[in-house]
């Protein structure tokens, strides 16, 4: 069967040559956000790993309800639409609020809903997801990470096999020398969403000829 590839990689056929388009989006409005800057530690993986990479963080998603049932977009959801749909991997980070990921995130993934009719990859299919929650405790972090897989697998995406959550009691990021395992953790989170995202690359390149 013959996939109408998600994103925009320039993939010349040379496998770990291709370098994919990763999406990192999340974190808080909050000044020096943990979450913000865990977005763009992960962020750091993947680009380390190879990938282009655009990040939508904090004030980036602070768009309009998402409304299902007018279809006008607000120039900034337009934004995260189109950048999404071009990725070949996605990267979610959310703050744990009261257990689960906040209102401005899961507002931010109601819109991936513009996607469902996409030919050949509706949703996330396709795509890898690195998932990270960050909370002022563990309980709220784990829970919120578990709940963000579960919104990528409702959207067809592919949880990567490492998720990550910090606990902003224990760890602060805005010195992320400090942190020198949160940090290698957030690493594997974007490096796992490149790796899957070049073997899909290669996959589709192979069913091709
Ligand atoms: C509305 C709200 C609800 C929160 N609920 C929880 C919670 O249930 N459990 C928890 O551990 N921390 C909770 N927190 C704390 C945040 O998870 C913590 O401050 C985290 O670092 C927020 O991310 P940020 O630093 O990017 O703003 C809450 C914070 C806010 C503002």
Redesign the pocket.
């Known amino acids: 069967m013959r996939e109408a590839p998600p994103g925009n990689s320039q993939d010349h056929g040379r496998g770990a040559a291709v370098r994919p388009m990763v999406l990192a989006l999340g ?4 000044a ?7 977005v763009r530690l992960a962020a750091e993986g993947a680009a380390q790993a190879g990938a282009d990479v655009h990040i939508l963080a904090g004030r980036d998603l602070m768009l309009p309800i998402y409304d299902a049932d007018n279809p006008d977009r607000a120039p900034e959801a337009e934004r995260l639409i189109t950048l999404t749909r071009q990725a070949d991997g996605l990267i979610i980070v959310s ?5 689960g990921p ?1 209102g401005m995130v899961k507002n931010a993934l109601d819109y991936f809903e513009d996607l469902r009719d996409d030919s050949g990859s509706p949703y996330l299919d396709g795509r890898a997801v690195g998932c990270v929650a ?4 563990w ?3 784990v829970g919120t990470l578990h709940q963000l897989r579960q919104v990528v697998h409702a959207l067809r995406g592919w949880p990567t096999p490492f998720g990550a959550v ?1 606990n ?2 224990e760890v602060r990021l805005d010195d992320p020398s400090a942190a020198p395992a949160a940090v290698e953790q957030l690493h594997l989170v974007g490096q796992q969403v490149v790796e899957f995202a070049r073997m899909r690359l290669a996959y589709r390149e192979g069913s091709r000829t």
């Open positions: 974190g808080s409005t909050r020096l956000s943990t979450s913000e800057a865990a703050p744990g609020y009261h257990g906040s960050v909370a002022h405790g309980q709220a972090a910090v902003s009691s």
